[in-house]
């Protein structure tokens, strides 16, 4: 069993920056994939970034073309904690945010390949 809990959203204005942080449980997290999803009101839940284990401390990042070069994922596997740095924010980013976990294999745009989920944080942009 996994636990998470996300933290980090907010109110901000278009251009600014917020880091999102998702604490997890269970020994494995340095061995799971996760992931970064966003729902906006009447939206379907939508794939943000994937971070998954290509070997020995090396992860490999995948990014949604909407947010490609103005958010990074990472991860501290000494805090069991995911990491969603999100700069030049938006309007349209506006959504409640995700963190997901997986098992080890490729990395997954598809929420159902995640088992595991967090309760969720708001992030709002204003123009």
């Known amino acids: 069993q996994v636990q998470l809990v996300e933290s980090g959203g907010g109110l901000v204005q278009a251009g600014d920056s917020l880091r999102l942080s998702c604490a997890a449980s269970?020994?494995?997290?340095?061995?799971?994939?996760m992931g970064w999803f966003r729902q906006a009101p009447g939206k379907e839940r939508e794939f943000v970034a994937s971070?998954?284990?290509?070997?020995?401390?090396?992860?490999?990042?995948n990014y949604a073309d909407s947010v490609k070069g103005r958010f990074t994922i990472s991860r501290d596997n000494a805090k069991n904690t995911l990491y969603l740095q999100m700069d030049n924010l938006k309007p349209e980013d506006t959504a409640v945010y995700f963190c997901?976990?997986?098992?080890?294999?490729?990395?997954?745009?598809?929420?159902?390949?995640?088992?595991?989920w967090g309760q969720g944080t708001q992030v709002t942009v204003s123009s």
């Open positions: 971070h998954v284990s290509i070997g020995r401390n090396t992860y490999y990042a």
């Open positions: 269970g020994r494995t997290f340095s061995a799971n994939g």
């Open positions: 997901a976990s997986r098992g080890s294999g490729p990395a997954s745009r598809s929420p159902a390949s995640y088992s595991y």
